[in-house]
């Protein structure tokens, strides 16, 4: 074989490798293909100028006057980290890359929105899979909401609700509705598919 196809066949076995992990779901142990694969990824962001945060995998709604979110697993934190590195000309560490992977809990950050600017304290964020609740390890909210500066949502309070979860204690294969509960009162609900995200 010639050097030509020795590339083609790498680029293409790179790019199934990267198709199959795309959809297998949270992956709590990931290979060392998988985090190589994860830690291009953020590279090839920094050098198309792109924020680390468009790596987080995003749930919830497009309208700004909806409650959305993101999750940072394993793999999404390998991705982010690779980037913020790569925009300073750096390099992670063996030892950056051992504290991601190492890491017991995953993290989920929400947006939601109100009318006051304290709406958001003592809010609570849990994870609700068939019927089971996992409660987080973690959990903080904004003391105070910033006001939208967009017409017509000018008038809206957006508040951040940020919680972590242990990994042992969630099924990173299953449908999950994350259930967010304002101090106001009311219930925020949120689906996704875990097998849809990295």
């Avoid at 309208?63 to 690779?82: R, W």
């Amino acid at each position: 074989m010639g050097v030509w196809t020795h590339a083609v066949l790498g680029q293409t076995v790179a790019a199934l490798l990267s198709f199959v992990g795309l959809a297998a779901a949270i992956e709590v142990n990931p290979t060392p293909i998988q985090i190589q694969l994860a830690l291009d990824r953020g590279k090839q962001a920094a050098a198309q100028q792109r924020s680390p945060e468009t790596l987080y995998a995003r749930f919830g709604n497009t309208d700004p006057a909806q409650p959305e979110g993101f999750l940072l697993t394993k793999l999404g934190g390998l991705s982010v980290l690779a980037a913020h590195m790569a925009l300073r000309g750096l390099e992670p560490s063996a030892a950056d890359v051992a504290h991601v992977i190492e890491a017991s809990s995953m993290l989920v950050g929400a947006t939601i929105v109100g009318e006051r600017p304290d709406f958001a304290v003592n809010s609570y964020l849990v994870l609700d899979q068939g019927g089971r609740t996992i409660k987080p390890l973690t959990v903080r909210a904004d003391g105070q909401a910033e006001r939208r500066a967009t017409w017509p949502e000018a008038q809206k309070f957006h508040a951040k609700i940020v919680a972590t979860f242990r990994y042992n204690d969630f099924d990173p294969h299953a449908r999950t509705t994350i259930t967010i509960f304002p101090a106001g009162g009311g219930e925020v609900h949120l689906p996704l598919n875990f097998k849809d995200i990295e």
